[in-house]
T-cell receptor
Framework: DAGVIQSPRHEVTEMGQEVTLRCKPI?????LFWYRQTMMRGLELLIY????????DSGMPEDRFSAKMPNASFSTLKIQPSEPRDSAVYFC????????????FGPGTRLTVT | QQQVKQSPQSLIVQKGGISIINCAYE??????FPWYQQFPGKGPALLIA?????SEKKEGRFTISFNKSAKQFSLHIMDSQPGDSATYFC????????????FGKGITLSVRP
């Protein structure tokens, strides 16, 4: 199995631009999680899906952030417009439905907003 | 409100020594306690986990000790090696539908040769 796949691995963009991060979960996993990691705040859960349905988006910092999961093998996290304080590493993780606590993380996308 | 708190914030250990990382939780509904290990440039990876019906679980050089009454659990790394240098996160989860993990802030372990 290829594991969780994220793209791009690195993204540098200017303030105000739209950013789209992509994730392909492990085949057969029913839960998908988006996290943000910074030195100041550590690992923060932004949103998670079960069977492609958003369950809890209370961690999404503001309306500039949105996430979709159109099918079981693909999810996106979009930031529009981006701001310098959005600079962070964004991780996607997936887990089997019955083992939502056993999460498999992707390699992350390092986002820099200038 | 931080539901899972780790200590210390950083740790330096000599090769061959014992590394001990502590974690405290608040929510008594938590019933699964994993530790994740993260190397620079990588995503966190599940290292070892425990349920509250046991007080200790050992996998190789890694041991989790669990104290339900104190709502604390700890990770012990025996014979620490430079390759163990990483960031360690404790986490907690409750059972049931739509469960999620609550992570601690992580601690950076450095094992010196």
């Amino acid at each position: 199995d290829a594991g969780v796949i994220q793209s791009p691995r690195h993204e540098v963009t200017e303030m105000g631009q739209e950013v789209t991060l992509r994730c392909k979960p492990i085949s057969g996993h029913n839960s998908l999680f988006w996290y943000r990691q910074t030195m100041m705040r550590g690992l923060e859960l932004l949103i998670y899906f079960n069977n492609n349905v958003p369950i809890d988006d209370s961690g999404m910092p503001e309306d500039r952030f949105s996430a979709k999961m159109p099918n079981a093998s693909f999810s996106t996290l979009k930031i529009q417009p981006s701001e310098p304080r959005d600079s962070a590493v964004y991780f996607c993780a997936s887990s089997p439905r019955a083992l939502a606590y056993e999460q498999y993380f992707g390699p992350g996308t390092r986002l820099t907003v200038t | 409100q931080q539901q899972v708190k780790q200590s210390p914030q950083s740790l330096i250990v000599q090769k061959g020594g014992i590394s001990i990382i502590n974690c405290a939780y608040e929510n008594t509904a938590f019933d699964y306690f994993p530790w994740y290990q993260q190397f620079p440039g990588k995503g966190p990876a599940l290292l070892i986990a425990i349920r509250p019906d046991v007080s200790e679980k050992k996998e190789g050089r890694f041991t989790i000790s669990f104290n339900k009454s104190a709502k604390q659990f700890s990770l012990h790394i025996m014979d620490s090696q430079p390759g163990d240098s990483a960031t360690y996160f404790c986490a907690a989860s409750s059972s049931g539908a739509n469960s999620k993990l609550t992570f601690g802030k992580g601690i950076t372990l450095s094992v010196r040769p």
